[in-house]
């Protein structure tokens, strides 16, 4: 039995006239260290262009801080090559983490973002921006950098209002001065209310009640069993209500 001859490989196609280059051809190579050395020189003039001391383009600006809410510091800048970013808090250096995130948008768009928004974040916040340009100004981190630093503040801080401590169950003799106090807090400063038993309190020389920046009191002068009943303090603003009950006994 005899063997089926191979089949033949096709013949290669000879590419179109004009489509071919010699790497050997004395032109071609001319041609060639022309265009790097073009290249080489566009990417000088671009680099020597784009280098410079880190600038602001954008500056910070004040943001309103919410309670339990993230707040962004975003800052648009310039500077080339890519700097060394580092955010502070009344001068305390803060760090990348689950509190606070250090963000790079775009390569000329940098952030913070503050997470869990408390009280107790609310300061003057900067941001230093160092690269290896220039000498190192004051305050600069980086031992061979200059630095350019901007404030931002958290100036407000809105809160639900909130009671947070209330009232306590009072028993009193007929004659005693009886006082209710909760402590309170909201931002913006919320509306203050007191009532007995389901109704408004009408205030006058011997039943009134004072609200001031974090409590709010009700006096009960000369009280009398008539007094006795369910008391109630409400605190409302924008952004919620709270309450709190107390029980007063007058024998």
């Known amino acids: 039995m005899s063997k089926a001859a191979p089949a033949k490989k096709p013949a290669a196609t000879a590419p179109p006239p004009g489509c071919t280059l010699d790497i050997n051809d004395p032109q071609v190579q001319k041609a060639a260290i022309r265009i790097q050395a073009s290249y080489r020189g566009h990417r000088s003039r671009k680099e020597l262009r784009e280098t410079r ?22 800052c648009r800048i310039s500077a080339f090559p890519d700097p060394f970013i580092r955010w502070s808090k009344d001068g305390k250096e803060l ?19 503050v997470r869990d928004g408390e009280l107790a974040d609310l300061g003057q916040y900067s941001i230093n921006i160092t690269n290896p340009l220039r000498p ?3 305050l600069g981190a980086h031992p061979r950098g200059r630095s350019l630093a901007g404030s ?3 100036p407000l801080s809105l809160v639900p209002a909130k009671i947070q401590k209330g009232l306590d169950n009072t028993k009193a003799r007929k004659g005693a001065t009886v006082t209710l106090t909760a402590e309170i807090m909201g931002e913006p400063a919320p509306d203050v209310g007191w009532t007995k ?10 039943v009134y009640f004072e609200i001031g920046s974090t409590n709010t009191t009700l006096t009960i002068r000369r009280a009398t069993p008539q007094d006795s009943g369910k008391y109630e303090v409400f605190v ?12 007063v006994d007058v024998a």
Request: hydrophobic residues 35%; without cysteine.
């Open 236 to 247: 409302e603003n924008s952004l919620g209500m709270d309450q709190s009950f107390a029980r």
């Open 95 to 113: 760090r990348d983490g689950p509190k606070y995130r250090y963000i790079f948008k775009d390569p000329d768009v940098v952030a913070l973002v």
């Open 136 to 138: 190192v100004l004051r």
């Open 152 to 154: 931002h503040s958290l």
């Open 197 to 206: 038993d389901g109704k408004d309190i009408e205030e006058d020389d011997r």
């Open 53 to 74: 001391p880190p600038r602001v383009l954008d500056p910070l600006k004040d943001v309103v801080l919410i309670e339990g809410s993230a707040a962004n510091l975003t």
